[in-house]
């Protein structure tokens, strides 16, 4: 092989390589829209975001230092009564969005170390079953929010 030919076999490879050089592989869950609304101190928060896996994973635990628990919670109609109940894990099919919400499943907040102030954010640590532990800070909405970034309800 010549000295040109290995010169042009070297740099094709280069070029073909270069895009994945250095680039970040994407998160095993995507976490979207992260919120929770303002709460006193002592009492109870909720969190709400969106949870996206590409290959399927499973929600099993949270944790955060504002709250003395964290719960993973769902609400369910016992003879026309909402209740919340808690759920053991929060699955994630494979490619589709699920949306903790409220009304919905959702992250309970137990015993609030400090109260949670309307634009603070709020360090949280999600457990997936793949993925492991994952960062995240929920925004906080006013009393009333209905999602993030929304104005309080009257």
């Known amino acids: 092989m010549t000295c040109l030919t290995r010169r042009a076999v070297l740099g094709t490879a280069l070029v073909a390589l270069a895009p994945t050089v250095g680039a970040q592989p994407a998160p095993a869950v995507q ?31 949270a944790s955060t230092d504002i709250a003395r628990s964290v719960e993973l919670h769902t609400h369910t109609n016992d003879n026309g009564v909402m209740r919340m109940r808690p759920v053991p894990a929060i699955d994630l099919p494979a490619g589709q969005e699920v949306t903790l919400r409220p009304g919905g ?12 102030v ?6 949280i ?8 532990a994952m960062p995240v800070e929920l925004t906080v909405e006013a009393a009333g929010a209905r ?6 309800s009257h």
């Open 118 to 123: 309307v634009g603070q954010r709020v360090p």
């Open 125 to 132: 640590t999600l457990v997936f079953e793949r993925a492991g």
């Open 147 to 152: 999602g993030p970034g929304s104005a309080h």
């Open 31 to 61: 976490i979207t829209r992260p919120w929770t609304r303002a709460a006193g101190q002592g009492g109870t928060g909720a969190g709400y975001l969106t949870l996206r896996s590409a290959a399927g994973d499973r929600l099993v635990s």
């Open 105 to 116: 499943l959702h992250l309970m907040l137990i015993g609030l170390t400090a109260p949670l």
